[in-house]
């Protein structure tokens, strides 16, 4: 197990050697080959590069967050690049691009009064808010021990709870680095999903909005404008909108493959396809109704996790559960803490030592 852990590490560090090498090129190479068809083409060897590398890893924390930030993240915005648009397009310098090129992070407009500096009651709160989640995910941890007492349905809403709170961590941690490198505020990557109250404000306003933002640069805006003159813009941005989840499916589906290895059984995608469409009549009945009716917010919020959870079940999950996915997580999360507790341990072991 020791072995597999530094052989997997091993690879995790030579796979990101190689992108930053990858990326390092893209800045100075879309520097000097003009937008258009010729920078795509120059950029595409690393659009592939960057899908292969993270076949180097198996494991979840290590190959699942690479996957994601390379062959969604990285790749569109390479895409968008090509065509001078996205965030790398005003990277003043090497090391901002390879920020945000690598990174699921996200520059803030900028406002002067919005600075939240340390100590702040903000960064107070947001200390206080992380710190619960920590203590929320070991105790969801420790529940696992439970399993084979439990129904089948409260695992997959620990499951569902587990994957919210891990996703946060991972993508705040992520962003102290660039915050750091970049000294600019970043965008928060989830804004309180559980307090949604329809799926309009869950996957546009609270979830994940660095693939909100990313998806809305590559497929929601070129859809609308293609379609606008043909049926109007109010009109188009809703085959848009439909679009955009599609897409979401797909390369939900993708990520998949990475994590499991497994032939895609296109579960996930209509998962997508079914939330897409009742986005759309979500976004329909709400101007046909014109804000003359609306439910109560405390009753659509409860609506719509029960939707998400519903939904999730039958199609998010499975391909993860029946592949032991969710086995290999529980498993990492469990070596991880077991390792930070002996740590700590130690540590206070070695301090009384001292002291005394």
């Keep these: 197990m020791k072995e597999e852990a530094e052989e997997e590490l091993k690879n995790f560090l030579q796979v990101w050697i190689s992108v930053l090498a990858a990326l390092a090129y893209s800045y100075y190479a879309s520097s000097v080959v003009p937008r258009g068809a010729s920078r795509l083409l120059s950029l595409l060897p690393v659009v592939l590069l960057?899908?292969?590398?993270?076949?180097?890893?198996?494991?979840?924390?290590?190959?699942?967050?690479?996957?994601?930030?390379?062959?969604?993240?990285a790749n569109s915005k390479l895409l968008l690049l090509s065509f001078h648009l996205g965030p790398l397009a005003d990277a003043p310098n090497l090391l901002h691009f390879l920020s945000l090129a690598s990174l699921p992070v996200k520059v803030k407009s900028p406002r002067g009064d919005e600075k939240v500096s340390a100590g702040s009651p903000k960064s107070t709160l947001a200390s206080v808010r992380l710190a619960i989640m920590v203590l929320i995910l070991v105790s969801i941890l420790h529940s696992y021990e439970y399993?084979?007492?439990?129904?089948?349905?409260?695992?997959?809403?620990?499951?569902?709870?587990?994957?919210?709170l891990e996703l946060e961590l991972v993508l705040a941690i992520c962003a102290v680095p660039a915050?750091?490198?970049?000294?600019?505020?970043?965008?928060?990557?989830?804004?309180?999903?559980?307090?949604?109250t329809s799926l309009q404000d869950f996957w546009g306003r609270r979830w994940n909005l660095m693939v909100s933002s990313i998806l809305r640069s590559t497929v929601y805006d070129p859809v609308r404008r293609r379609l606008a003159p043909l049926v109007g813009a109010r009109r188009a941005s809703l085959p848009a909108i439909v679009?955009?989840?599609?897409?979401?499916?797909?390369?939900?589906?993708?990520?998949?493959?990475?994590?499991?290895?497994?032939r895609p059984t296109g579960e996930v995608t209509w998962f997508f396809v079914l939330h897409g469409i009742c986005v759309v009549a979500e976004v329909a009945a709400k101007r046909w109704a014109g804000g003359r009716w609306r439910m109560h917010r405390a009753a659509s919020g409860m609506l719509t996790l029960a939707f998400l959870a519903v939904t999730g079940v039958l199609w998010f999950f499975p391909q993860l559960t029946r592949n032991g996915v969710d086995e290999k997580v529980i498993g990492e999360?469990?070596?991880m803490f077991d390792f930070v507790k002996?740590?700590?341990?130690?540590?206070i072991f070695h301090a009384k030592s001292v002291s005394g």
Excluded: N
Aim: proline content about 4%.
């Design 50 to 73: 960057l899908s292969l590398l993270p076949l180097r890893l198996s494991s979840f924390h290590l190959g699942g967050p690479t996957a994601f930030f390379l062959v969604w993240l």
């Design 147 to 164: 399993r084979p007492r439990l129904h089948e349905y409260v695992i997959l809403a620990l499951y569902c709870v587990h994957m919210y």
């Design 179 to 196: 915050s750091a490198a970049l000294g600019l505020d970043l965008e928060r990557q989830f804004d309180e999903p559980y307090l949604a």
């Design 243 to 262: 679009a955009a989840f599609v897409v979401s499916g797909v390369m939900h589906e993708a990520i998949y493959y990475y994590l499991t290895r497994a």
């Design 333 to 335: 999360c469990c070596a």
């Design 342 to 347: 002996d740590k700590l341990t130690l540590f």
